[in-house]
C-alpha cells in the first residue's frame, strides 16, 4: 500500500513540477532502517503549498493548516491514500522542538540539497542523511532515536 500511495503523490508532484523532499520513516528506511513505516512524509517549498492541497483535495484526511504537535510546529496537510497516510508540510516557517534546549530551532530544508535513492519503486530526493540524523536528533522521540541508530550502524 506504501508505494500506491508514494506513487500517487509522487505522480501528483511530478505532472506540476513541483520540487520535493522525502524526510522522515521513508528517508531513514533510504539510509538503512527496517522500521515499518507509519505513513509518508515529505517537504515542498512554499510556494507550491497550496497547489499540492488543491491536487489532492479528493484525499485529505487532515486539512491544511499550521499545526503544532508531537515537536513539530509546521502548515501541513494529511492525505489518506489506499489507506496510508502521506503528509506534506510546507517547508517555509516549519520548526522543531529541541528537546534538550528546550526551544523551537527552524527547519531548514534545502531543496538543491538531496540523495536520490530507489525506494517503493520510485527514484525518490532524499533529505541528506545528516540533515536527517540532525532533525531526528532535536525531536529525540523513541522512533527517531531507533532510525538514528539504524542509519549509523548502515
Not at 522543531?96 to 534546549?101: H, I, P, Y
Request: net charge negative.
Amino acid at each position: 500500500m506504501h508505494q500506491l500511495a508514494a506513487q500517487w503523490i509522487v505522480g501528483l508532484l511530478r505532472e506540476r513540477a513541483i520540487p520535493f523532499q522525502i524526510c522522515g520513516g521513508l528517508a531513514a528506511k533510504g539510509y538503512g532502517a527496517e522500521r515499518e513505516l507509519n505513513d509518508i512524509d515529505l517537504f515542498v517549498p512554499g510556494e507550491h503549498f497550496s497547489s499540492v492541497v488543491q491536487a489532492g483535495q479528493a484525499y485529505i484526511s487532515k486539512p491544511a493548516t499550521r499545526y503544532c504537535e508531537e515537536g513539530w510546529d509546521l502548515t501541513y496537510v494529511q492525505f489518506k491514500y489506499e489507506g496510508v497516510k502521506v503528509e506534506v508540510g510546507n517547508a517555509d516557517g516549519a520548526q522543531l522542538f529541541d528537546a534538550e534546549s528546550q526551544t523551537w530551532v527552524p527547519l531548514n530544508i534545502e531543496f538543491d540539497r538531496y540523495k536520490t535513492v530507489n525506494l517503493l519503486g520510485l527514484e525518490l530526493p532524499l533529505m541528506l542523511k545528516e540533515n536527517l540524523i540532525r532533525y531526528k536528533s532535536v525531536l529525540s522521540r523513541p522512533v527517531d532515536i531507533d532510525d538514528i541508530r539504524a542509519m549509523r550502524e548502515r
